[in-house]
């Protein structure tokens, strides 16, 4: 078999633990991996330390002492999406024109591997020119509680890099998510006898003219990284029977909002427009409570995590793009606690929770060679 290098080894072993993230049916948590990731690096002579979210599920964070003041944060998760329905081996892991395929080898892992050889080699030079953490989170792909649990036990950096797939461009802003319940209530009646009824299904496609109106009116809200808000309707549910006037119907929307807009106050916003549509007046609506509130996140183009991540391209010529994206991530969390953040790693988003997941060899090396170049850039 032929020699690779390190990283992509260290890729392979990784892909073939599985760490589906148990809220999913086939999910056995993270514990195998976080077990294989500690002990690589305490083998490298790095500093490990384990933090408990849940039982049997740690986040694994990983430490060298650097020469300066400034401390680097390098954050990705361990756990995956399911890898029900793959259409290839999902902890075998293939390569096949220069690329590696299997369940995470886009999203996480191929960031996870990059961040984590890179450790290796700073640590291999000595001392670098700042300390720099990388913290192996749990369940990013579910509730975001490994990275909440970072936060909440008081870690502190100066700036950080969370790994996931862009392609090595930089990623500054991303929306945030509020997802919900309305729900209309009206009342029951044989179908035989209508008039005697109130259709709650029938006021349900009202609220659903009036939502498109308001998705609408998001479109017109441009920001210049992510574009516009937007609304969606996902769920629908209505009626008892073939035979009844329905008395409740309840749809579910996910609202995504831009970077720096408080998510619950979009839901509040929302709740206002349906309950000042005329023709709504008469309706009875309900809301349900908020299920999901993500922030979204944006930093400033010349905020330290770009600036720094910017000379490191520079040095190795990579010409990353500074750029936003729609999906949500763990960095708006450290941003919510005053640790400016940006996202960067191998792989594309495209690719990230498909079928055939896989990563191109050349950029997962390429991440390496940048964080590596990061811990050792001289400071100010
Ligand atoms: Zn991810």
Redesign the pocket.
């Known amino acids: 078999m032929k020699e690779f290098e390190p990283v992509v080894k260290l890729l392979l072993d990784l892909v073939a633990i599985p760490s589906v993230n148990p809220c999913f049916a086939d999910g056995k948590g993270e514990k195998e991996i976080a077990d294989f990731v500690a002990e690589y690096a305490r083998k490298a002579g790095l500093e490990v330390h384990r933090q408990p979210v849940y039982e049997g599920r740690d986040n694994v964070l990983i430490g060298i002492v650097g020469n300066s003041n400034e401390t680097i944060l390098l954050e990705t998760?361990l756990d995956t999406v399911t890898a029900e329905g793959m259409a290839i081996e999902p902890f075998n892991p293939q390569i096949k024109d220069g690329k590696v395929f299997g369940r995470g080898a886009c999203?996480?892992k191929a960031s996870l591997a990059a961040m984590l050889q890179a450790l290796v080699e700073v640590a291999r030079r000595g001392s670098p020119n700042r300390t720099v953490w990388l913290a192996a989170v749990v369940d990013?792909?579910n509730g975001f509680n490994g990275v909440q649990k970072l936060m909440a036990s008081g870690f502190k950096a100066n700036y950080a890099i969370v790994g996931?797939?862009t392609s090595l461009n930089i990623v500054i802003a991303h929306k945030g998510t509020v997802r919900g319940n309305i729900i209309t209530r009206g009342v029951s009646a044989h179908s035989s006898q209508p008039e005697k009824g109130l259709n709650a299904v029938m006021h349900m496609a009202k609220v659903l003219a009036a939502l498109e109106r308001y998705d609408s009116e998001l479109r017109m809200r441009l920001h210049p990284l992510v574009g516009s808000p937007t609304l969606t309707v996902t769920m629908i549910q209505g009626g008892h029977g073939s035979n009844l006037v329905p008395d409740f119907c309840q749809v579910k929307v996910d609202r995504r909002t831009l970077p720096n807009e408080d998510p619950l106050a979009a839901w509040d916003e929302l709740k206002r427009f349906l309950k000042s549509q005329p023709e709504l007046l008469e309706l009875n609506l309900e809301f349900g409570e908020p299920e999901l509130l993500n922030w979204g996140m944006e930093v400033p183009e010349n905020s330290l995590p770009v600036k720094r991540l910017s000379v490191a391209c520079q040095q190795l010529n990579l010409q990353p793009q500074i750029i936003g994206v729609r999906y949500t991530?763990d960095a708006s969390f450290l941003v919510q606690n005053g640790i400016p953040a940006v996202l960067f790693g191998p792989g594309s988003i495209e690719q990230?929770h498909t079928a055939e997941e896989w990563v191109e060899i050349e950029q997962v090396v390429a991440a390496q060679k940048v964080f590596e170049t990061l811990a050792l850039l001289p400071t100010e």
Request: avoid cysteine; aromatic fraction near 0%; hydrophobic fraction near 20%.
């Open positions: 998760h999203d996480a990013e792909e996931e797939p991530s990230a």
